[in-house]
């Protein structure tokens, strides 16, 4: 290219890089607020394409794209009001080797920079594969007006998304080194860091028009919408070396202009697209908002009994009646004791997740027997053979509400949140065990990441026993029986690192009837607020031996620290009695933290890995009131990218779903974790009871937050 050409291109570039952005805004608009819909990408956009619109806060969405040689799995997060976060899996051509499907997996992120105004565009800049492979690596930044129906988007385009070429990058004019692109697809997983580089860039542009509702034989339609958009992305495939080359590319698509029709309603978005001038694609995706989720009705509350005239006389009599409705109720009674106008009940366990509710079912359970004079409850609430939380409620203001003449506010100015001290009244009346339970469960595991298939996996069935022998003394045990899947045909592990997670198709295959844990152990309160956790014996499917944990968590902060130690060998593949070779000694300390906006959680951890590395995990999760959280997780260790394979670094997402929201009294939650690939890397050891997870339901936050169930 010629000096005058390359100024002109430049010149034109850095005009129309302001002019996108302005033409948005020359009008006012009438518009209605009409929600958003997604791409095939996975976040909210266009078709290819993203625009400046976001779902509400909170929103998950899961779904797929599918088309010839290209498949794209996705699970999009509004984590924060003006942060998109997708993580996609795609299964595509091999490039590599001209046949055949190969699996990729990017994580994207979107920022909102303007909010829409009546005379401003909304205006945002995204991250496109910015941690991944870089095959669809690419930067975006975009404005959308929106005038009624229609929604016009205008934007720029590298990398990826920059391929039609159109432009040269006005940064470049800034600093010589956005002239060029680094284009090394390297390990996969890894942090690029060539945002907004490249000497080419690319302008892209389309429309969205909300058709009116209309009638049809089956009755009224609402909510399609057309859509049609020029990409910025010149490229159908990546056949021809893409990203390391971008003259001459035999996968380049046949044309930018895609179209079609969507659908969407309150929690499904439906799609129908012609692409690149030569595919047709199918996208479907289902929604929900985790701080409303559907969910089904639970069982009737029982009803609360009134005063009774006359209790059972004798403190050992009241007690057991005490006792008796308790467990009735399904609470496992521990304690009980009188002190003028004041009842402390000692219980553990129970069906519900909040201590508000926990707290409403007692009295609804034991207010017929306890004494009428009682004005006040003392709640000692334990679980795992710990005193969690300990809670002063008064007795009338729950009577007021279970009448329908009091509200769970009034509730909340008259209750008091009390250090767990673990140390029941002298002469309390109590319930000495030991106390059993026992459980049989479906279990799920999932593996990403493997190349010969998108998902490895194995259901299995487990039956698991626990006995508290009293102190806080337990022994516990699972057995589990693999039913159908196919986990156990993973590939050989090519790790250089010690083995302690990639044989997992080694204990698939072997392990098909297995003790996934037998152990003792012993929870106790070392001091006010202070916990302690000591366990032996088989700790896990893949590792026995001793474990021991302390954690400080102040009922009325919003943080907690944590230390714990281990010593572990690796078990044998069948998950039997023997144990392999492999043994190492790792820890943690472990810093939790409420944070102050977005109901935000953090949890900071330091130390020993179960292949020995060492270093740091990084995790922020989103918990809502509904008791859904979803969160992510990064780990940094000492092992390099290469040593660590694949990946790059270990790191993945969860959400974690309360089984109560599908109509039955439990504490359970279901977790499912999203690991790109598993690797050896930043293993931590997962023992039963982690001391965070058995407390962290006492503190002042999750009475708080709990409030309504002061109802029941």
């Known amino acids: 290219m010629t000096q005058p050409a390359r100024a002109a291109r430049r010149a034109a570039s850095a005009a129309g890089f302001a002019g996108l952005l302005l033409l948005a805004g020359l009008a006012t608009a009438g518009a209605e607020e009409i929600p958003p819909t997604g791409s095939d990408f996975g976040g909210v956009g266009l078709i290819e394409t993203r625009n400046a619109r976001m779902r509400e806060d909170g929103t998950l969405e899961a779904g797929a794209a599918l088309r010839h040689q290209r498949r794209f799995w996705f699970l999009n997060f509004q984590a924060l009001p003006f942060l998109e976060t997708t993580f996609r899996l795609s299964e595509r051509l091999d490039a590599t080797a001209g046949s055949g499907m190969t699996t990729d997996r990017a994580f994207d992120l979107k920022l ?63 600093d010589d080194r956005f002239a060029s692109r680094p284009r090394d697809v390297g390990r996969g997983g890894t942090v690029q860091f060539n945002w907004f580089r490249g000497e080419d860039m690319a302008p892209f542009a389309g429309v969205e028009w909300s058709v009116p509702g209309f009638g049809t034989p089956w009755g009224q339609v609402e909510g399609l919408r057309a859509k049609a958009e020029w990409s910025g992305d010149a490229l159908r495939d990546e056949r021809g070396g893409y990203p390391a080359r971008t003259r001459n590319l035999r996968g380049e698509a046949e044309s930018r202009f895609n179209f079609g029709l969507q659908w969407a309603n309150e929690w499904l978005d439906a799609g129908l697209h012609w692409v690149h001038g030569t595919d047709l694609l199918f996208r479907l995706s289902l929604r929900l908002d985790p701080g409303a989720p559907p969910s089904l009705p639970p069982p009737p509350r029982p009803p609360m009994p009134a005063r009774a005239a006359a209790v059972p006389v004798g403190e050992a009599a009241q007690a057991q009646a005490v006792f008796d409705a308790l467990a009735a109720a399904g609470f496992r009674p521990l304690a ?128 698991g026993a626990r006995v508290e022998l009293g102190a806080g003394f337990a022994v516990a045990g699972a057995l589990q029986q693999a039913l159908f899947g196919n986990l156990s045909g993973g590939l050989p592990s090519d790790s250089v690192l010690p083995h302690v997670r990639t044989d997992y198709a080694e204990y698939a295959r072997e392990g098909e009837t297995a003790i996934s844990a037998l152990y003792a152990e012993r929870i106790w309160n070392l001091a006010p607020d202070i916990f302690a956790r000591a366990t032996a014996g088989y700790l896990e499917p893949m590792f026995g031996g001793v474990s021991g944990e302390v954690l400080w968590r102040p009922h009325d902060r919003p943080f907690a620290l944590g230390l714990d130690l281990n010593w572990v060998k690796q078990r044998d593949y069948d998950q039997k009695l023997g144990f392999r070779d492999y043994a190492v000694a790792t820890g943690h300390v472990s810093l939790y933290a409420d944070l102050p906006v977005w109901n935000l959680y953090g949890i900071l951890r330091a130390g020993r890995y179960l292949a020995g590395d060492w270093g740091a995990t990084v995790e922020l999760g989103r918990r809502f009131d509904s008791g859904i959280e979803v969160g992510g997780f990064a780990t940094f260790t000492n092992v390099s990218a290469a040593e660590f394979g694949e990946g790059s670094f270990d790191k993945g997402l969860y959400i974690r779903i309360p089984l109560d929201l599908f109509g039955r009294q439990s504490r359970s939650v279901g977790t499912a974790l999203i690991r790109p690939i598993q690797r050896d890397g930043g293993q931590r050891l997962a023992v039963d009871n982690p001391l965070w997870e058995v407390t962290r339901d006492g503190r002042m936050d999750a009475l708080r937050r709990g409030l309504p169930g002061f109802g029941g």
């Open 336 to 463: 009980y004791r009188q002190d003028e106008v004041v009842v402390e009940i000692a219980f553990e366990g129970g069906a519900f997740r909040t201590l508000p509710q926990v707290a409403a079912r007692v009295l609804r359970a034991t207010n017929g027997v306890l004494p009428r004079e009682a004005g006040m409850l003392r709640l000692r609430w334990w679980q795992a053979g710990v005193e969690m939380a300990v809670v002063e409620v008064p007795r009338g203001a729950l009577e007021g509400i279970a009448a329908g003449q009091g509200s769970p506010e009034e509730a909340w100015l008259g209750t008091r949140l009390l250090p767990a001290t673990g140390d029941l009244a002298p002469g309390a009346q109590r319930d000495p065990g030991p106390f059993w339970e026992w459980e049989v469960a479906p279990r799920l595991g999932l593996q990403l990441g493997d190349p010969s298939r998108t998902l490895r996996w194995q259901a299995a069935l487990a039956a």
């Open 112 to 174: 909102r920079l303007l909010q829409e105004s009546d005379n401003l565009p909304a205006v945002v800049a995204g991250l496109q594969d910015f941690i991944g492979t870089g095959l669809y690596s690419g930067e975006y930044i975009a404005a959308s007006k929106r005038w009624w129906g229609l929604d016009l988007t205008a934007g720029l385009g590298w990398g990826r998304l920059g391929t039609g070429g159109e432009w040269t990058n006005p940064f470049a004019h800034l």
